[in-house]
């Protein structure tokens, strides 16, 4: 969630100081940064949740798409990972669907392109068919 607040606060100053390519340019820099952050020695996240945040940035029609992809594409397959590389793919396109500035589409489009990079090892295991299930726990 964190991750999410900080993307949004820096697109929302992105776009206020600049515009939308300021915005664009700010949700970039974010996925590039979480990914790879500094002070972890370049070793972050899988760009999952700031891409979430870049969904919304675009629009809450793009952010209900990816989540209905996502949640739909974990629950069919029970893999979180196809889940997320799917959503992912499908941000670019939706932002296009629902008539994104072209920076923000070209923004879009490399936070997929970093989504699909950043996960090409459960992508290797998708493959060879040893990627784990999710297992949602159970409670009494």
Same mark, same amino acid.
């Given at each position: 969630l964190l991750d999410m607040l900080k993307t949004v606060a820096a697109m929302l100053l992105g776009e206020?100081?600049?515009g939308g390519a300021g915005? @664009? !340019?700010?949700g970039a820099f974010?996925?590039?940064?979480?990914?790879?952050?500094?002070?972890?020695?370049?070793?972050g996240g899988k760009g999952v949740s700031v891409g979430a945040a870049l969904g919304l940035m675009t629009g809450l029609p793009v952010l209900g798409i990816?989540?209905? !992809?996502?949640?739909?594409t974990a629950a069919i397959s029970r893999k979180? #990972?196809?889940g997320s590389v799917t959503a992912a793919v499908s941000l670019p396109l @939706? #932002?296009?669907?629902t008539l994104a500035?072209?920076?923000?589409?070209?923004?879009? !489009?490399? #936070?997929?392109a970093?989504?699909?990079f950043m996960h090409r090892g459960n992508i290797s295991r998708l493959i060879k068919g040893t990627e784990p299930d999710f297992h949602p726990k159970k409670t009494d």
């Open positions: 206020y100081f600049m915005k @664009a !340019v700010a974010c996925i590039i940064g979480h990914c790879f952050p500094l002070y972890f020695g370049f070793r990816i989540m209905a !992809v996502f949640f739909t979180v #990972s196809l @939706a #932002s296009w669907l500035g072209e920076e923000i589409i070209m923004m879009n !489009v490399f #936070s997929a970093l989504v699909v």
